[in-house]
């Protein structure tokens, strides 16, 4: 590992600052996205429209700068990225719950760098700190800088950027014409007086200099330069500081994007309110508490218990508000509703709505609402049953079944419950000649992407996804009461569909993945390549469609026939033939996404499977398999604290087992579930909440608090070979733990 | 400047390599292009079709490096760069007419790093040649290096490369599904044997480290290591070599975007044919030659000489193929024919038809035809005539009327002549309540782009611009004879139009530019600010509107209103308030593009406007103003062998005088025509050659040396205070020089 967790701060401390690749740490509200390398670089956006965002910082290398000057000998180094490789004394990254804080130690003086950005303004708030750890006083200079993104526009002729005496900092403005939303201006601003500023990337980095050696730092003070109709612009200033020894000094800067001057003035002097950065830490970090106190856990795996209490809530959060960052999937943000459900239950509700917004009006849901992605995949509607019932089981609140939503391709507005049932009805309704559900142009698998384009194709997987989603709108059903009929009749309709996946999508050893357009098979006995699929074998668990020696067969071919030493690729062999009847998929080279690639969330549904067919150890491997920490994998590349989206698969013959795309990911949801609600197995369910563990060999004992409707569940599980629950000194029959009074807490021991 | 002129190699050396910005250099053939700046970095890419390119070379940074190395101490630099800024005994790029060679000397080895391009092949050729200075023998590695583009979709997993041994060289595929046209793949391949190559940038560079010290030429030999999946590649190969004293090893390269490995290998063989590279320059160098002798001036203005003889014509041939490089607009390439006509008379005729093209049927051409832009700009007819009237005079092939052209949006097929007044009837039936010409969504000054949208607002200078090529088309009918009937009809329009120009946009002083849609004035006495405009002015010269006296008041009025150090702005005063009901321009802030920026298209036609009233001082002051020697501009940025399309205007506080977007502009064109053919008087009509020259007071004999219809014409203008003009020992009547039998050569004397 690139570093080690520092409980008591939440921290993950990167100690070696030259990572397989840049190690990412996301910061946002609602409406704002700063993505951080470890060495404090990466774009930071404001979400303008559904279609649109304004950047205010730029991609790429050295976003974020803080140079440190020594005055009298006028040698300058950077802080944060050491561009010049000198031997500092220390170098390393804190990444935080919601802030990142880069510290150097060079010379005698210890500069750290943190970031943060507050909940309702589109900005950052940097907070620099530098103390003198020599023995002798020391003037130096602190110059910060920002590489801002300022044309919004080719048309360089609207830029100008100056220091506005009216706001205290500096503004950069592109008052374009004739942009809706236009947020003209970038702001730039210190509680603490500088001595000079420059505007000009051109100008401060030098044309012909890199970033290391930005010749701006070269003169004693810098330009004070207004520009106009420049390519690139940067928000740098310089402050001159003078430190007794072991004095340290502090710079609060504020940066955002804003519609005009008037409200960059107003915004900076909010976020420069003394104490204003460590306010907006502490709110992300409370809630973050908050969070790990709803369901805390203890195990013998230390890496296990660190990232299911704080790291996956925090990816999964991510993921609830910004999607995969790059764009808002319906299917993908459902998820990760059920993955945040007992978490954040306000929020959850919140976004189950957004997202419902987003249907069509004939039960189809956009394949991606942020930017609009209208091509007509066929799976959004089946992943609603599951986010509204973890809904319904954690908070009891039915009031959500009849909360208005839109659609988004008509005026009609009904309710969350009919935007379930319409969904449902669209698969059910939309079915092909073996009676499976239509394929559309993607279900799950995005990358089988010419096989059911037609819409004469048919999805084996989405067949039985849709058997698992009918399964949960009737359990929704049997919650709400008094809809006897309708559980009757679609229940009836489910069991056709499930004869008809059997008939037609069951080979005796795996079910297959589908019939493309021209009726042939993929992910059959028959195909040359691509025989064999993991996804619709655990959903075949998930789903429960056959009998228990069957989906155990089904699972020890998944064991057999995809598990390598790094996690289970998705379909094997992997496609080196080009089948245009299958789609991008086959034309990937093998070993990579889809195609023999490790597709994490794929793994983690197999986790889920595990468990319901109480595989212990198969589900606790295969976490550990896809780990940054597996000794079969060392160094994958992925960030300790994140879930990554996939690893490429053994089949790739230059880097197996590399991992690509962490953060954006719905594997963070799955695995927080796999292991809080089937390893440990405490889940919670309308008339209580279940504990059902599923304890790997090598565990004995482990411990979970989980707060439930409000009332707190200390829970010790303990393997004896003797069956019992006692909660508060009580036997009780079963494992489903009662209901009881907000605010209560409880002592639950389950033996087994 | 920033370096000489190299007058029999038709080179500008630079010898400054860290100007003020980095300066271009063009080469292309009819569908690929490359964008070199003076370190030879730079985008390269192929024209696919109308929406799509594919490009070789990535834009920016250390597109193309040569680094060089010894052997025995292992030190390397970059030979073409130096970003270490080593300290090089001789550092300088050798710009030439379709080629581009970077000559550097650094302890002992001369290095040159020649780039050109192929005729027939979407390829670059470079030429490495290393000699040995010093008086020792030397043991060296060279290593080209290209940032290629692999990655033509975000989905890296179709990227791979290696060394392909088929091919013999490097090959990088992308072999994405369902992309029409897909050039998957790269090569890269040298005919010399190489001791090892990389083509993963990440492991080359390194990711930590920067180009100006690629970790891969550490090692003794680079990684020979396949990549897939990758961010970023780049094509490097290594070539030890053993250098005795004052020898010279060479090594050619070729590298292209090709359909699959067979195209490759096929390519790449073509291309490194001994002495292929020296014929790929020849070829260019031999046309240039040509175009030379077409037209070839000598005044007392050496600078003049050297532009109009080689680099105008040359920067013109860029613009009638690829427009202007981001774009090809259908106006702009129509004014480019104009300027080239006279030098490349079958490729006008092609690039006037190309052109035709695009018109819609209703008469309008497009903005922009590729990518396609579909604006309802009003102007493009406009252009038509002149260019079609310049081409009948030059070559009096009046089959180019009867040519069969397409239109855009309509399967109807007519001729060249159907085109031209089709689009004048478009210009001449679309009016508005004063009778002039609709404004549309633009014109000649595209950031009025919010007066006319609603199709009220007129157009003076657009209503100007019809009369002038009303006149033009009549001349044509002329010409073409048996059109009376049309010719007085339309004469008679014109004369319709020209007085509601007269009665509605004339203030005495000035012609407005327009009424908007609202009604309101644009470039009147009556505004507050963009009171007076250039363009109406010099083109009611132009189009000869009104009476010579007026004419020479509207000519003073620019002078008194519109000059300044570096040449006219084009309004005055500059719009520092935005409104609405003009558009862009006055958002722009003041002193850029049109909004008092010295656009120098608006400065040539000025020139053109000062001969045609006989104001030889102006007109050469004006040429003066604007070329990058003016010592009131001095280092305005811009190539010595180029025309830069504006300059930021004197109000611009921060960089007045400063020039963007070189090469690709319209003045290049109207700048050879106002040098040529007005100042120095020499210009094609379609019964003979006139001589009508404008000679600056300072200036007291030319030489002009000219082909018209395939004979020679060397002819001297003297100022001796008689009028006479002497052929061939004959006097002649009047300045029409006859039209002589193709291989002719003749003499001939003017005096004035």
């Given at each position: 590992?690139?570093?080690?967790?520092?409980?008591?701060?939440?921290?993950?401390?990167?100690?070696?600052?030259?990572?397989?690749?840049?190690?990412?740490?996301?910061?946002?509200?609602?409406?704002?996205?700063?993505?951080?390398?470890?060495?404090?670089?990466?774009?930071?956006?404001?979400?303008?429209?559904?279609?649109?965002?304004?950047?205010?910082?730029?991609?790429?290398?050295?976003?974020?700068?803080?140079?440190?000057?020594?005055?009298?000998?006028?040698?300058?180094?950077?802080?944060?990225?050491?561009?010049?490789?000198?031997?500092?004394?220390?170098?390393?990254?804190?990444?935080?719950?919601?802030?990142?804080?880069?510290?150097?130690?060079y010379k005698g003086l210890e500069v750290?760098?943190?970031?943060?950005?507050?909940?309702?303004?589109?900005?950052?708030?940097?907070?620099?700190?530098?103390?003198?750890?020599?023995?002798?006083?020391?003037?130096?200079?602190?110059?910060?800088?920002?590489?801002?993104?300022?044309?919004?526009t080719w048309h360089l002729a609207y830029?100008?950027?100056?220091?506005?005496?009216?706001?205290?900092?500096?503004?950069?403005?592109?008052?374009?014409?004739?942009?809706?939303?236009?947020?003209?201006?970038?702001?730039?601003?210190?509680?603490?007086?500088?001595?000079?500023?420059?505007?000009?990337?051109?100008?401060?980095?030098?044309?012909?200099?890199?970033?290391?050696?930005?010749?701006?730092?070269?003169?004693?003070?810098?330009?004070?330069?207004?520009?106009?109709?420049?390519?690139?612009?940067?928000?740098?200033?310089?402050?001159?500081?003078?430190?007794?020894?072991?004095?340290?000094?502090?710079?609060?800067?504020?940066?955002?994007?804003?519609?005009?001057?008037?409200?960059?003035?107003?915004?900076?002097?909010?976020?420069?309110?003394?104490?204003?950065?460590?306010?907006?830490?502490?709110?992300?970090?409370?809630?973050?508490?908050?969070?790990?106190?709803?369901?805390?856990?203890?195990?013998?795996?230390?890496?296990?218990?660190?990232?299911?209490?704080?790291?996956?809530?925090?990816?999964?959060?991510?993921?609830?508000?910004?999607?995969?960052?790059?764009?808002?999937?319906?299917?993908?943000?459902?998820?990760?509703?059920?993955?945040?459900?007992?978490?954040?239950?306000?929020?959850?509700?919140?976004?189950?709505?957004?997202?419902?917004?987003?249907?069509?009006?004939?039960?189809?849901?956009?394949?991606?609402?942020?930017?609009?992605?209208?091509?007509?995949?066929?799976?959004?509607?089946?992943?609603?049953?599951?986010?509204?019932?973890?809904?319904?089981?954690?908070?009891?609140?039915?009031?959500?079944?009849?909360?208005?939503?839109?659609?988004?391709?008509?005026?009609?507005?009904?309710?969350?419950?009919?935007?379930?049932?319409?969904?449902?009805?669209?698969?059910?309704?939309?079915?092909?000649?073996?009676?499976?559900?239509?394929?559309?142009?993607?279900?799950?698998?995005?990358?089988?992407?010419?096989?059911?384009?037609?819409?004469?194709?048919?999805?084996?997987?989405?067949?039985?996804?849709?058997?698992?989603?009918?399964?949960?709108?009737?359990?929704?059903?049997?919650?709400?009461?008094?809809?006897?009929?309708?559980?009757?009749?679609?229940?009836?309709?489910?069991?056709?569909?499930?004869?008809?996946?059997?008939?037609?999508?069951?080979?005796?050893?795996?079910?297959?993945?589908?019939?493309?357009?021209?009726?042939?098979?993929?992910?059959?006995?028959?195909?040359?390549?691509?025989?064999?699929?993991?996804?619709?074998?655990?959903?075949?668990?998930?789903?429960?469609?056959?009998?228990?020696?069957?989906?155990?067969?089904?699972?020890?071919?998944?064991?057999?026939?995809?598990?390598?030493?790094?996690?289970?690729?998705?379909?094997?062999?992997?496609?080196?033939?080009?089948?245009?009847?299958?789609?991008?998929?086959?034309?990937?080279?093998?070993?990579?996404?889809?195609?023999?690639?490790?597709?994490?969330?794929?793994?983690?549904?197999?986790?889920?499977?595990?468990?319901?067919?109480?595989?212990?150890?198969?589900?606790?491997?295969?976490?550990?398999?896809?780990?940054?920490?597996?000794?079969?994998?060392?160094?994958?590349?992925?960030?300790?604290?994140?879930?990554?989206?996939?690893?490429?698969?053994?089949?790739?013959?230059?880097?197996?087992?590399?991992?690509?795309?962490?953060?954006?990911?719905?594997?963070?949801?799955?695995?927080?579930?796999?292991?809080?609600?089937?390893?440990?197995?405490?889940?919670?369910?309308?008339?209580?909440?279940?504990?059902?563990?599923?304890?790997?060999?090598?565990?004995?004992?482990?411990?979970?608090?989980?707060?439930?409707?409000?009332?707190?569940?200390?829970?010790?599980i303990k393997k004896t070979g003797e069956?019992?629950?006692?909660?508060?000194?009580?036997?009780?029959?079963?494992?489903?733990?009662?209901?009881?009074?907000?605010?209560?807490?409880?002592?639950?021991?389950?033996?087994?």
């Amino acid at each position: 590992m690139p570093g080690y967790f520092k409980d008591l701060e939440k921290e993950f401390v990167i100690t070696n600052m030259k990572p397989r690749r840049p190690l990412l740490n996301y910061l946002w509200n609602e409406t704002f996205l700063a993505e951080l390398s470890h060495f404090g670089f990466g774009k930071s956006f404001l979400r303008v429209n559904a279609e649109s965002r304004r950047h205010l910082i730029l991609e790429g290398d050295a976003g974020r700068m803080v140079y440190i000057k020594d005055r009298e000998t006028g040698e300058f180094y950077d802080a944060n990225r050491n561009y010049k490789n000198y031997d500092f004394d220390k170098h390393e990254c804190h990444v935080g719950i919601g802030y990142q804080n880069i510290v150097s130690e060079y010379k005698g003086l210890e500069v750290s760098f943190g970031v943060t950005i507050p909940q309702n303004h589109s900005a950052e708030l940097w907070q620099v700190k530098v103390r003198n750890t020599s023995g002798t006083s020391k003037k130096i200079s602190v110059v910060p800088s920002a590489r801002v993104d300022v044309n919004l526009t080719w048309h360089l002729a609207y830029g100008i950027a100056d220091y506005d005496e009216n706001i205290g900092g500096l503004y950069f403005s592109h008052d374009a014409f004739d942009i809706e939303d236009l947020y003209e201006g970038i702001f730039f601003k210190a509680d603490t007086p500088h001595s000079s500023y420059d505007v000009n990337a051109v100008n401060f980095k030098g044309l012909y200099n890199g970033w290391d050696e930005p010749q701006g730092l070269k003169a004693e003070q810098l330009s004070c330069r207004s520009m106009s109709f420049e390519q690139e612009y940067c928000a740098a200033m310089q402050f001159d500081l003078d430190l007794e020894p072991s004095e340290e000094k502090v710079i609060n800067i504020a940066l955002g994007v804003v519609r005009n001057r008037e409200e960059a003035k107003e915004v900076a002097n909010a976020c420069l309110v003394k104490g204003y950065f460590e306010a907006a830490v502490k709110t992300v970090k409370d809630d973050a508490d908050r969070m790990d106190s709803v369901c805390s856990v203890k195990t013998p795996d230390e890496y296990l218990n660190k990232t299911t209490n704080t790291w996956l809530k925090r990816q999964i959060s991510l993921g609830k508000t910004w999607g995969r960052v790059y764009g808002k999937g319906f299917r993908d943000i459902m998820q990760d509703i059920a993955g945040m459900a007992s978490f954040d239950i306000p929020m959850a509700k919140k976004k189950i709505m957004d997202c419902l917004d987003h249907m069509r009006i004939n039960g189809n849901p956009i394949r991606q609402f942020e930017p609009i992605m209208e091509v007509p995949y066929y799976d959004g509607a089946s992943w609603i049953p599951a986010a509204v019932l973890v809904y319904l089981n954690e908070s009891a609140d039915l009031s959500i079944l009849d909360e208005k939503c839109k659609y988004i391709d008509s005026n009609h507005v009904d309710t969350v419950f009919d935007h379930m049932y319409r969904g449902l009805r669209f698969l059910l309704d939309n079915r092909g000649k073996h009676n499976l559900v239509l394929w559309g142009a993607g279900d799950w698998n995005d990358s089988i992407d010419n096989a059911g384009n037609k819409l004469i194709g048919e999805s084996a997987w989405l067949s039985i996804a849709t058997v698992k989603a009918v399964k949960e709108f009737c359990q929704i059903l049997e919650i709400m009461g008094g809809k006897e009929d309708l559980l009757a009749s679609i229940s009836k309709e489910n069991e056709v569909l499930k004869a008809a996946i059997i008939e037609h999508a069951f080979e005796g050893d795996r079910f297959i993945y589908g019939y493309n357009d021209w009726d042939e098979k993929i992910g059959s006995k028959e195909n040359e390549q691509g025989k064999f699929y993991l996804n619709p074998q655990t959903w075949a668990v998930l789903a429960d469609i056959v009998d228990y020696d069957t989906l155990q067969k089904l699972m020890d071919g998944v064991e057999e026939k995809l598990k390598c030493d790094f996690g289970y690729i998705q379909s094997a062999p992997p496609y080196s033939k080009k089948n245009p009847h299958i789609g991008r998929l086959s034309y990937f080279l093998p070993g990579g996404y889809e195609n023999g690639g490790v597709y994490i969330h794929g793994v983690t549904f197999k986790i889920v499977a595990d468990c319901i067919l109480k595989n212990a150890d198969r589900a606790y491997e295969s976490v550990k398999l896809i780990r940054c920490n597996n000794p079969k994998n060392p160094d994958p590349g992925v960030e300790p604290y994140a879930v990554s989206n996939m690893y490429l698969g053994p089949s790739e013959p230059n880097r197996p087992g590399y991992a690509y795309f962490s953060w954006i990911t719905g594997s963070a949801g799955w695995l927080y579930r796999g292991i809080t609600e089937y390893i440990l197995g405490v889940r919670s369910e309308f008339n209580g909440l279940r504990v059902d563990p599923c304890l790997p060999s090598e565990w004995n004992e482990v411990e979970v608090s989980r707060i439930y409707r409000g009332a707190t569940y200390n829970i010790t599980i303990k393997k004896t070979g003797e069956k019992s629950v006692v909660m508060d000194g009580k036997s009780l029959d079963g494992n489903l733990l009662p209901i009881t009074p907000e605010g209560s807490v409880h002592t639950v021991e389950l033996t087994y």
